[in-house]
């Protein structure tokens, strides 16, 4: 799905339209119908040396990405530790989305990220929550399982935050960099990008092997 057609139907919310796109940048080349290749790589920010680096951008709203995250979580267990994994949750410039990456920092930030994540997919596409203020994460924290008042709080806090600010312009300048147009995409190593419409099978299952074999490209330095 375009972008402006899914920020069109996300509304006010900005959560409850699926994206369905898995669009790749524009800057980029079709390479064996299962990957694409960056024209020009693109640097990591703060990776750490000797560190092949994958990006997955996603938002809370997406459908697909909700699908794809248990998938993408138990992959993450088994990746060896030449790999750094991290998601890039994409705002568009919207306000709705933009709320939604505040969540994700705030998650990250406290280390609830693992505990709550998927159950911010659940709040957002089932209860039709948009988690529009600091108070809004407090209030529905509080009232999960496992959270007391304390670390409900330090997530408001930390959502409300100046730093929030530095975070939110990081995650955007990736985000255009890569050109984004569609969640969920992998960006593996600053050079290549997949995604479900980019693989064979056009499912999420197949993606993780596509990404495993770029993984695998590049630690054998190779460019193409």
Sequence with gaps: MQRRTMLKRLGALAVAAPVAGWMASACAKKEEDEFLTLDKPIAGDDVPAGKIEVIEFFHY???????????????????????????????????????????????????????????????????RIAFESAEALRAWAAKQEGIDEKAAQSLADIYGSFGMGAKLDRGQRIERAYGVRGVPMVAVGGRYTTSGDQVKDHTNEAVLPVVDALIARLRSGKKQ
């Design 61 to 127: 709203g997406c459908p697909h990405c909700r699908k794809f995250d248990p998938l993408l979580s138990q992959w993450e267990k088994t990746l060896p530790e030449d790999v750094y994994f991290h998601r890039v949750p994409v705002t568009w410039n919207n306000a709705g989305l933009t709320n939604l990456a505040r969540v994700y920092y705030s998650l990250v930030e406290t280390g609830l990220l693992a505990q709550l994540s998927a159950r911010v997919f659940d709040a957002v596409q089932k209860e």
